[in-house]
């Protein structure tokens, strides 16, 4: 579901926090009857939840104001530190770029994760809500029906298939380069894919690269996705499980201004049902009906929302 960088789209692997403009200061101070501002990043799943949250808060009876797709993740950051929103959803592991901690192995945890960046916001005035048990971090994915003849379901597997050759994978050039993806793998599962047995694109689409592994195309078997992509629930193919957690943990969750929160405690119960409920399989379905199907965010956010009586 996504271009890289991961900043311009849902998150992003590497980036410098030195040099950020400085934050807007105006409009810090909300009216209590003004309406709440829900925002997203400009991606698939980010729109799809900052509905959800958005039909939810107004199922409580709230006045809401939509600001969905409105930027990559520093523009929406910084947009509700400074109190221009109100809430948005935001993913575990940005955390280490918030907080310049990278190389912390909290990070690789779940609970490592939404504990160190739920901490770190509270100082500033922001709270993270329940979050949904999916992983949206960068991920292999094989084909089908080379996954089912060599049984390969986790990174062991796989590192077993790239010491026989079996492996070509397309994957942009960040992943293969950045400490943090490729090469983490290896580090963590024994294994190095060498440069002829990898076609790095210089995009980070994995539409283009999950097709490319489902089809065979030009040869690859294998490619780069994250872990709740749309596609993946309509193509053939079989994710590779982390089980070393050799990758940062991205789970994504609502983030409120703790003044919003305040007035409205209402809120927390309310998405709290809504985020529980989410896993990855349900989040590839849904970003698929948006993707592929090509439905329009808020639609599929109120069926769902619907469907599960949340909004009954």
């Known amino acids: 579901m996504l271009a890289s960088p991961r900043w ?56 809401v104001t939509r600001k969905l797709g409105l930027g990559p993740t520093l523009i929406v950051r910084n947009s509700l530190l400074s109190g221009e929103i109100d809430v948005y959803p935001e993913y575990t592991g940005n955390g280490a770029f918030f907080t310049d901690t990278v190389a912390d192995p909290a990070w690789k945890t779940s609970e490592g994760a939404f504990d160190t960046i739920r901490r770190s916001d509270a100082a500033r005035g922001l709270v993270w809500l329940d979050r949904a048990r999916a992983n949206n971090t960068w991920l292999i994915a094989i084909n089908g029906a080379l996954a089912r003849r060599e049984h390969l379901s986790s990174m062991a597997d796989f590192a077993g298939a790239v010491r026989q050759g079996l492996i070509l994978l397309a994957a942009s050039t960040e992943f293969v380069e950045s400490p943090a993806a490729l090469p983490s793998f290896e580090s963590a599962y024994g294994f190095h894919l060498e440069a002829d047995r990898i076609i790095s694109l210089p995009g980070g689409d994995t539409a283009v690269t999950a097709r490319a592994a489902a089809q065979g195309i030009s040869g690859v078997n294998a490619g780069m996705v994250y872990g709740t992509d749309g596609a993946l ?26 003044g919003t929160l305040a007035r409205h405690p209402g809120i927390r119960p309310a998405l709290a049902r809504v985020f529980d409920g989410l896993d990855a399989p349900i989040l590839r379905a849904l970003n698929a009906a948006i993707t592929v199907q090509g439905e329009v965010p808020e639609t599929v956010a109120r069926r769902y929302l619907t469907e599960r009586g949340l909004l009954a």
């Open 8 to 63: 311009a789209c849902l998150k992003t692997r590497r980036v410098a926090l030195a040099g950020l403009a400085a934050l807007v200061v105006s409009g810090t101070v909300r009216a209590a009857d003004a309406p709440i501002v829900v925002a997203s990043k400009s991606d698939t799943e980010g729109a799809l939840m900052g509905a959800m949250i958005a039909l939810m808060l107004e199922h409580l009876g709230l006045s």
């Open 233 to 258: 629930s309509a193509l053939d193919l079989a994710v590779m499980s982390d089980p070393l957690g050799a990758q940062i943990v991205y789970e994504v969750a609502p983030v409120i201004r703790a």
